[in-house]
């Protein structure tokens, strides 16, 4: 069986913070780094949002949502 080696560092899995073995225990994540990455993670359907939103406000009921908000002001 071949071992491979352990990387010295590992990514902190809710912050992706590059994290030392040796201190994986004591990482405290920072709040704007966890946003930073929860946003990283979903920018795949922040791309799609602005397309996915002109396809619904096509549709009836987008259009009657569109009215409803402009005329409920």
């Not at 990387?7 to 201190?23: F, I, N, Q, T």
């Not at 920072?30 to 795949?44: K, M, S, T, V």
């Not at 569109?66 to 002001?73: D, G, I, L, S």
């Amino acid at each position: 069986m071949i071992a491979f080696p352990q990387p010295h560092y590992m990514p902190c899995l809710d912050c992706g913070a590059s994290v030392a073995r040796a201190e994986s225990g004591g990482h405290v994540c920072a709040p704007e780094r966890r946003l930073d990455f929860a946003i990283f993670q979903l920018r795949g359907e922040l791309e799609q949002f602005d397309a996915q939103l002109t396809a619904y406000l096509k549709t009836p009921r987008g259009q009657f949502e569109a009215w409803y908000a402009a005329n409920r002001r």
